[in-house]
């Protein structure tokens, strides 16, 4: 091999293995939206929480479904991003790169003192719980967009293959939208 194409793929692809990096951590944290009413969740009021949320803290709103609803938001300057997961009653918040879970720690309780001041408003607050508490009368339908939607559809398909492989499927289809683990 031409020993300049030798010199120029290991500069490409060996070199940047080498070099010292600093540690990061990455944390997300889903909680769902619960109405202390014991009712189904409102998804007017989560998709309200979230746009107030957005327009306080500056995030810069990077996804709708196709219902125009509002998905997903990212602040610039930390990479920390809200979203919705698979449906309206779970709030992710994901967190850009940080160097200890203090610094992602401040801003999680910035951010959830601030989202269940506005959920509070309407009789509603996060947990943390793992299983949505009013999993069994909540909507549970998926945000529409593509992703959600094939997920959505290929869970529900578990009947046509019952028969094929039955490790592969459980009677609980909706768990993306109710499971916070």
């Known amino acids: 091999m031409d020993p300049t194409l030798r010199q120029a793929i290991y500069e490409k692809y060996i070199a940047p293995t080498q070099k010292q990096r600093p540690d990061y951590i990455g944390v997300e944290i889903e909680m769902p939206v619960v109405n202390l009413a014991d009712e189904p969740v409102d998804e007017r009021i989560a998709l309200a929480a979230a746009e107030q949320f957005a327009a306080h803290f500056g995030f810069q709103i990077t996804g709708r479904g196709a219902d125009d609803n509002f998905t997903s938001a990212q602040d610039s300057a930390t990479g920390d ?3 919705f997961d698979c449906c309206y009653s779970n709030l992710e918040l994901s967190f850009g790169k940080a160097r200890s879970l203090l610094e992602v720690r401040e801003r ?4 959830v003192r601030f989202l269940n001041s506005e959920l509070r408003k309407s009789g509603y607050t996060l947990t943390g719980m793992g299983i949505h508490p009013n999993a069994n009368i909540n ?3 998926p945000i529409q967009n593509e992703r959600y939607r094939m997920l959505y559809h290929y869970l529900h398909s578990y009947p046509q293959h019952t028969n094929e492989v039955t490790m592969r499927f459980h ?7 109710s499971l916070r683990i």
């Open 171 to 177: 009677q609980r289809p909706d768990f993306g939208t």
């Open 81 to 83: 991003i809200l979203s």
């Open 139 to 141: 909507r549970n339908q």
């Open 108 to 111: 999680f309780e910035q951010y």
